[in-house]
Structure formats: C-alpha cells, structure tokens
Antibody, heavy 123, light 106 residues
Framework: QVQLQESGPGLVKPSQTLSLTCTVS??????????WSWIRQHPGKGLEWIGY???????YYNPSHKSRVSISVDTSKNQFSLKLRSVTAADTAVYFC???????????????WGQGTLVTVSS | SYELTQPPSVSVSPGQTATITCSGD??????VSWYNQKPGQSPVLVVYQDTKRPSGIPERISGSNSGTTATLTISGTQAMDEADYYC?????????FGGGTKLTVL
C-alpha cells in the first residue's frame, strides 16, 4: 500500500519561495508506472492542479503557474518536490501530493493522495 | 482554457439516488474521474475512466460520460456519502477539476 507524505514549512513570507517535499513509501518512484503531482486547495475552495513529474524528470505544469513553479524528483530518496516562487497571500492553501497511474491514454486520475499540508503565506 | 462545471450543491434523502453532473465542451471525448472529500480529509478516487470503480468503492456508486456531460450516480444514498464531490479530466497534458458539488444527505 503506497503512502505519500508532504513535508515542509507551514509558514512562508511573501515574495519568498514555498518549498515542499513528498516522500513516497510502499512503492518506487523510479518504477515508471506513475506520474507524481502537486495539487492545492485554498481554504474552503476546490482543487487546483499545479503540475506533475515523471521519474525521468519530465514535467507538465498548470499554465496558470508555469512561470513560478518547478517540480523535481529524487529517485534515490523516493521523493519529489515543489518550489513555488514569489508567493503571495493568494498562495495560502493546503498542498497535496498525489499519484497518477501511467496509462496508454496518459496520467488520467489520482489514485493515492497524501494527507495534505497547510502552507500560510504571511509576514 | 477548458472548464468543468458542477452544481454547487445537491441534496438527497437517505436511500434515494443522488445525481451529480459535470459539464464541459466535448466531455464525452475525455476520460473523467470523480473524487469525494470529507471535511479535513484528502480526496478519495471513487470513479475513474468514466465508469470504473477502484477497489473498495461500492457498486452503488457509478459513473457515465456522454456528449457534454459526465454524471456520478449514487444509489441508495447513505449518510456516509455526504461529502464534497469533484470531477476531473485530463486535457492536452493539463489536469482540470470541476468546482465541486456539496452532497447533503437530509
């Protein structure tokens, strides 16, 4: 049973960089069977996909965030990470990491999620 | 950009059938997934590739997708089904979520 666990600072100052890491246990990121995503949820609001990465390092980003986001993977640690630059209060949200099965049609859905971590942007 | 539209809320009596819709341009040409999310918890996949159920999801939860609308149907709705439900599709390497529907079991 795969488990995903987000970690990182819960408080970030405006204009700084938000950095989060997702540690995967119970399955290898390098297996190639999955894509690995970051998704966020503003307080009381819906879900917003940020981007995903394949074990090879190939990334896809939400066009809305592409200029500020980078996602990286460390297969030796079985982790992938999110960096979101120049944050504002609008980036305050619960951040989830999630797994997408790699199907012939693409990474269509998210079958496993981390518990989420609240990141607040405030001075 | 592609958008998915869901009703903000749906109410249903226990034992009745709840229907939640998700509309988008040429929806039937895309694969749709559905998630439920209870307060303070992570989303849970309940339907994927339009009609398939992950292991552990009861048969009374089903999905369909045709034309411009995907539909999640919950038969014999129980109090435990009360949650927020989100549809999701994949469009040209981009993931889109619907705005979510709050299902209330009265």
């Amino acid at each position: 049973q795969v488990q995903l666990q987000e970690s990182g600072p819960g408080l970030v100052k405006p204009s700084q960089t938000l950095s989060l890491t997702c540690t995967v246990s119970g399955g290898a990121i390098s297996g190639g069977d999955y894509y690995w995503s970051w998704i966020r949820q503003h307080p009381g609001k819906g879900l917003e996909w940020i981007g995903y990465i394949y074990y090879s390092g190939k990334t896809y980003y939400n066009p809305s965030h592409k200029s500020r986001v980078s996602i990286s993977v460390d297969t030796s640690k079985n982790q992938f990470s999110l960096k979101l630059r120049s944050v504002t209060a609008a980036d305050t949200a619960v951040y989830f990491c999630a797994r997408s099965p790699n199907t012939p049609m693409g990474p269509l859905d998210f079958d496993s999620w981390g518990q989420g971590t609240l990141v607040t942007v405030s001075s | 950009s592609y958008e998915l539209t869901q009703p903000p809320s749906v109410s249903v009596s226990p034992g009745q059938t709840a229907t939640i819709t998700c509309s988008g341009d040429k929806m039937g040409d895309k694969y749709v997934s559905w998630y439920n999310q209870k307060p303070g918890q992570s989303p849970v996949l309940v339907v994927y590739q339009d009609t398939k159920r992950p292991s552990g999801i009861p048969e009374r939860i089903s999905g369909s997708n045709s034309g411009t609308t995907a539909t999640l149907t919950i038969s014999g709705t129980q109090a435990m089904d009360e949650a927020d439900y989100y549809c999701q599709a994949w469009d040209s390497t981009t993931v889109i979520f619907g705005g979510g529907t709050k299902l209330t079991v009265l």
